[in-house]
């Protein structure tokens, strides 16, 4: 609260005035020489004061004449202004008491009449003087302003006897100080006229100056010295100058008021050292921040020692330069610190993640962090010849099989692991620390390495399973090799539960091949099953969960009740097929020796019991049965096919319930027939 009000006392507080002398007669000796009028009045004398001291005055005393003649002027020179449009004169007088007299006289007087005159040049003033004065007795003359009339507060009563020039301390003891102001002053000069009216008086000093505000410094600005004003109200408004380095806040040029005692007052705004530039105890000139230190921004804040890791060169630095290898970030401000690359990670290791061969890496951070927060790391992947290798340069790049989780660069956690690599291969691996000034630094990123070199690992998941059969009580199963097998594969192992079940009350069976039949099982009920397989390293994940359905009870009798007349006319109807077939082959090789075959078409027709056309396609004249498909067949996209579960078997495949929405239409339910495992080209 103190310190408030302090800086409010400062910031209300005038600045003390200066008084420009133009006349003082206080300090001459010589003769004045000022012009009077009429030559009778006033007498130029010299005497000693009151210290001693010999100086000139100017002395009246014709109380006795005619009260008609009792108009006694005494002029200054021509003063010049100095653009000042107010003056102050100061008297120094005594006055004889008229009751003192030994014959009073009705006209003395015991005051004085200031009148003052503006002109140009002596000569214009000169011109008139001779006539005006006596003129008449006005309070205003031609040309002359009156400016008061002074009376004496003291008066000497006794004129002690005395050599010339003695000093009379009678007299001198009781001398008159009046200051008089007049105003206002527009031409280039004046003269002040001191006019005697009757009195007994001895004129022993005369200062003429005006008042201004002094030439200084506030806030950084600086003001030229400034006269008062003409009005005793009178705040003159200057505009100041900022010193040099520093420039006006706000945009608005400082101002402060000159009153007419000439006193600034009433200050308005001010300036701010430039950057590198601070300001100097009293507020009156910026200074260059020395070496060592600097200054961003512009302001009235004191330098500031330069930020770790810089330094400057010259004086009046606004920022800082980093030293040799450290840097300064385009985020960082020039105030800020300058900061260096980290150092390397620490501690890597490695391990395996999954089954499947992935590797995990770990790390700790670096041990110096150049100055930072942030850290950043990247992981280089290499493949070397042999793990003997001795020139990491003999090493080649991993490619893009290799994937990073969750990246390669920019990671911000201090683990990754590494998938798809392949099995007994050498690896290098670089992990690399970095921040915001690393690509600032002509050096590469410092980095930690390790190699190491990945054994056989498991196989990887089944891909899918077929129901090969099923009854009420068994279901047979197939499978593909798995797409990665890493190796031989050794077994298969399958598990089982009831839909309603959770894995937790599987069923387990192995097998050295991919097929495989369940026994024991529930008539009508869903079952979810499992495959996985297992080599020289281990077993490899689960295939997704796959639900069959055996068959009811009720349609597995039924089947095999209608087994066995298809089971006799099946035999008999082969017997008869194979007669026919036979008889075909000879009647076509004997007509093949005569003209090209019939069947030489691509595209083959038969007639139906119905009477209708179908098409089919003789693979036999394809080289590629796949090309086949392709002509004769359209292909559908996958994505707008969902399968949904096995509710059968089929010649060549199983027969799966399943949904179909092509683009742009309404979902059906549709019947999917998949072609089993191992099945021949021509199927």
């Given at each position: 609260m103190w310190s408030?009000?302090?800086?409010?006392?400062?910031?209300?507080?005038?600045?003390?005035?200066?008084e420009v002398m133009l006349l003082d007669t206080t300090e001459t000796t010589s003769e004045l020489g000022w012009t009077t009028y009429p030559d009778t009045g006033w007498d130029e004398v010299s005497v000693l004061d009151d210290r001693g001291k010999l100086i000139r005055t100017f002395e009246v005393c014709n109380i006795n004449q005619n009260p008609r003649l009792?108009?006694?002027?005494?002029?200054?020179?021509?003063?010049?202004?100095?653009?000042?449009?107010?003056?102050?004169?100061?008297?120094?007088?005594?006055?004889?008491?008229?009751?003192?007299?030994?014959?009073?006289?009705?006209?003395?007087?015991?005051?004085?009449?200031?009148?003052?005159?503006?002109a140009d040049s002596q000569r214009e003033l000169m011109r008139t003087w001779a006539a005006e004065p006596s003129s008449g007795e006005t309070e205003t003359r031609e040309g002359w302003v009156k400016i008061d009339t002074i009376a004496a507060d003291k008066s000497f009563s006794k004129v002690e006897p005395s050599s010339p020039h003695q000093y009379q301390p009678n007299r001198y003891s009781r001398i008159n100080v009046k200051t008089r102001s007049f105003a206002p002053l527009t031409r280039s000069g004046f003269v002040l006229a001191i006019v005697d009216s009757g009195a007994c008086v001895s004129l022993m000093g005369v200062s003429i100056f005006y008042r201004r505000c002094s030439a200084t410094s506030l806030h950084l600005a600086s003001y030229v010295a400034t006269p008062s004003g003409a009005e005793p109200t009178a705040l003159v408004p200057v505009t100041g100058t900022c010193v040099p380095h520093s420039k006006s806040q706000g945009g608005t040029p400082p101002r402060m008021h000159c009153n007419a005692e000439g006193e600034w007052m009433v200050p308005v705004g001010g300036c701010a050292c430039d950057e590198g530039f601070e300001p100097n105890v009293n507020e009156s000139a910026c200074l260059p921040c020395p070496v060592g230190y600097f200054k961003a921004v512009s302001g009235s804040v004191p330098c500031s020692v330069c930020p770790p890791n810089s330094r400057t060169s010259l004086e009046g630095s606004s920022v800082c330069e980093c030293r040799s290898s450290f840097y300064r970030a385009p985020i960082d401000a020039n105030s800020s610190a300058c900061t260096t690359p980290p150092s390397a990670p620490v501690s890597l290791t490695w391990e395996y993640e999954s089954a499947d061969g992935g590797v995990s890496l770990r790390w700790r951070p670096p041990v110096d962090m150049g100055g930072r927060a942030e850290v950043w790391y990247g992981v280089v992947c290499r493949i070397c010849p042999s793990p003997?290798?001795?020139?990491?340069?003999?090493?080649?790049?991993?490619?893009?099989?290799?994937?990073?989780?969750?990246?390669?660069?920019?990671?911000?956690?201090?683990?990754?692991?590494?998938?798809?690599?392949?099995?007994?291969?050498?690896?290098?691996?670089?992990?690399?620390?970095?921040?915001?000034?690393?690509?600032?630094?002509?050096?590469?990123?410092?980095?930690?390495?390790?190699?190491?070199?990945?054994?056989?690992?498991?196989?990887?998941?089944?891909?899918?399973?077929?129901?090969?059969?099923?009854?009420?009580?068994?279901?047979?199963?197939?499978?593909?090799?798995?797409?990665?097998?890493?190796g031989d594969i050794l077994e298969y192992q399958l598990r089982y539960y009831d839909k309603g079940s959770d894995v937790d009350s599987a069923l387990t069976m192995f097998s050295e091949t991919n097929t495989m039949t369940v026994n024991s099982l529930i008539p009508g009920s869903i079952y979810a099953f499992q495959i996985r397989a297992r080599n020289e390293r281990g077993y490899g994940p689960y295939s997704n969960t796959i639900y069959f359905t055996t068959l009811p009870l009720e349609e597995h009798s039924h089947q095999i009740q209608n087994r066995l007349?298809?089971?006799?006319?099946?035999?008999?109807?082969?017997?008869?097929?194979?007669?026919?077939?036979?008889?075909?082959?000879?009647?076509?090789?004997?007509?093949?020796?005569?003209?090209?075959?019939?069947?030489?078409?691509?595209?083959?027709?038969?007639?139906?019991?119905?009477?209708?056309?179908?098409?089919?396609?003789?693979?036999?004249?394809?080289?590629?049965?796949?090309?086949?498909?392709?002509?004769?067949?359209?292909?559908?996209?996958?994505?707008?096919?969902?399968?949904?579960?096995?509710?059968?078997?089929a010649q060549f495949g199983e027969v799966s319930r399943g949904r179909y929405r092509p683009a742009g239409r309404r979902e059906v339910l549709v019947a999917v027939k998949t072609l089993r495992w191992g099945a021949s080209d021509r199927e």
């Open positions: 408030v009000f302090l800086s409010l006392c400062l910031f209300l507080q005038p600045y003390s005035a200066e009792q108009d006694n002027w005494l002029a200054t020179p021509f003063l010049y202004r100095q653009s000042a449009p107010r003056m102050f004169v100061t008297l120094r007088f005594s006055v004889r008491d008229c009751a003192s007299l030994r014959s009073p006289s009705p006209t003395c007087r015991e005051t004085l009449t200031l009148y003052y005159k503006q003997t290798f001795s020139n990491p340069a003999a090493c080649s790049w991993c490619g893009e099989g290799v994937t990073f989780s969750p990246s390669q660069t920019y990671l911000k956690q201090t683990k990754v692991t590494l998938n798809n690599l392949l099995t007994r291969v050498t690896y290098l691996i670089q992990v690399q620390a970095i921040n915001e000034v690393s690509a600032l630094s002509p050096f590469p990123a410092r980095y930690t390495s390790i190699n190491f070199t990945t054994s056989q690992s498991v196989p990887s998941t089944v891909p899918m399973m077929h129901q090969l059969s099923r009854a009420s009580d068994s279901i047979t199963l197939s499978w593909p090799q798995p797409d990665r097998p890493n007349p298809l089971l006799v006319g099946s035999v008999m109807g082969g017997a008869a097929f194979l007669l026919v077939v036979a008889a075909i082959v000879v009647v076509v090789v004997f007509r093949s020796k005569r003209r090209e075959s019939p069947y030489s078409d691509r595209l083959q027709r038969y007639i139906s019991n119905r009477g209708g056309v179908k098409y089919y396609v003789d693979p036999s004249t394809y080289e590629d049965p796949s090309e086949a498909v392709k002509e004769f067949a359209r292909e559908i996209e996958p994505a707008h096919l969902k399968i949904e579960e096995v509710i059968g078997a």
